[in-house]
């Protein structure tokens, strides 16, 4: 059974900082690019950033430069790293993986900037 887990989550001012991790349970995780998306309220779950099996990073333009994905196979999890965290980077944060039995995703964790 594929699970993963989010965690990290909680209310931060304008130029701090957070640091995510999702933990993926019962899948062969270095085999597989893991991403995190997220969602403001109203608006569509976007990306935010994926790492691929081998290590290769891709971000959405509003996070580059602040947002630093990476991955742990030993320990099966994703950390993303949030600097300068501004408003527009409020919402829920999910992790995903597309496996072979489809799509699946964490429950989120709620990330919210304000002063």
């Known amino acids: 059974q594929v699970r993963l887990v989010e965690s990290g989550g909680g209310e931060v001012q304008p130029g701090g900082s957070l640091r995510l991790s999702c933990t993926a349970s019962g899948i062969n995780f270095r085999l597989y690019t893991m991403t995190w998306y997220r969602q403001a309220p109203g608006k569509e779950r976007e990306l935010v950033a994926r790492?691929?099996?081998?290590?290769?990073?891709d971000y959405a333009d509003s996070v580059k430069g602040r947002f630093t994905i990476s991955r742990n196979n030993a320990y099966n999890t994703v950390p993303l790293q949030m600097n300068s965290l501004e408003p527009e980077d409020t919402g829920v944060y999910y992790c995903?993986?597309?496996?072979?039995?489809?799509?699946?995703w964490g429950r989120g964790t709620q990330v919210t900037v304000s002063s």
């Open positions: 790492i691929s099996s081998g290590g290769a990073t």
């Open positions: 995903n993986v597309n496996h072979t039995n489809g799509a699946f």
